[in-house]
């Protein structure tokens, strides 16, 4: 049976120069993280949960968010503002009994729960690495160094790659140790859902409030007899 445990990261795989602080955006009033972190909260497949920060953020985030953290079982440390660092920050701490590792990026809170479950469904695999695959919507334009455009790319040929990321625990640390992302070819791919957008820049706040409005809701299950719901 597979133990997962969770990385959630405030610098992001395959977003090259990405903010590592755009975590700390806000949507109605509460951080992107948080809203990240709760995503994994009370799932009987997680056994620990990790949250890595820049360095420079660590004290804010521990003043303002620390018991409320400790409290729901997720440690909290601060590494280097690069994905690969923080990547070896967790992997230190990582659970003994851990087969599997999610990771996913602080900045995407608007992740539905059907893709939280095919990612828990994928630790029955045997792929070493696996990602959330969104197709894109429209053409890629390439630019000259002139900011000029020279050739028009189908949608059909690309995809877009968001987290979470599931690794085997051999794999995890593998990618921890040498600092880094994985490689497209590495990937096993998985389709998500196109809601799954990053909170990039505090503009794109009421984007992400939007998303997560018409996320799918899980259906809730009812007492099966009044004998059970007695017990609530």
Known sequence: MSNLSVVIV????????????ASLNRIDGREALLRSVELFLNKDEIKQI??????????EVKRKHGAHLAFSGVAVSG?????????????????????????????????????????FKAAERKSPAVALSIP?????????????????????DYTQ????????????????SAKREPHAS????????PLNIRLSTPGDASLVKAMLNILP?????GPLSPFDEAQW
Not at 10 to 21: C, E, L, M, N, R
Not at 161 to 175: C, G, H, Q, S, V
Not at 186 to 193: D, N, P, V
Not at 217 to 221: E, G, I, N
């Open 217 to 221: 809701k899980p259906k809730v299950r």
């Open 136 to 156: 894109l919507r429209s053409g890629l334009v390439q630019l000259d160094e002139g900011g000029n455009p020279v050739g028009l790319a189908s949608p059909k």
């Open 10 to 21: 405030t610098a992001p795989p395959f977003v090259p120069g990405a903010d590592a602080s």
């Open 161 to 176: 790659i968001a987290t979470p990321l599931l690794f085997t625990r051999e794999k995890f640390n593998e990618l921890a």
């Open 79 to 119: 590494a280097a503002a690069k994905f690969g660092d923080q990547l070896a920050a967790a992997a230190e701490k990582l659970s003994a009994d851990a087969t599997h590792v999610i990771v996913h990026d602080a900045a995407r809170c608007a992740v539905a729960y059907t893709d939280l479950e095919a990612i």
């Open 50 to 59: 990790q949250l890595v920060v820049p360095q420079s953020a660590l004290e």
């Open 186 to 193: 590495e990937l096993t791919l998985i389709e998500g859902s």
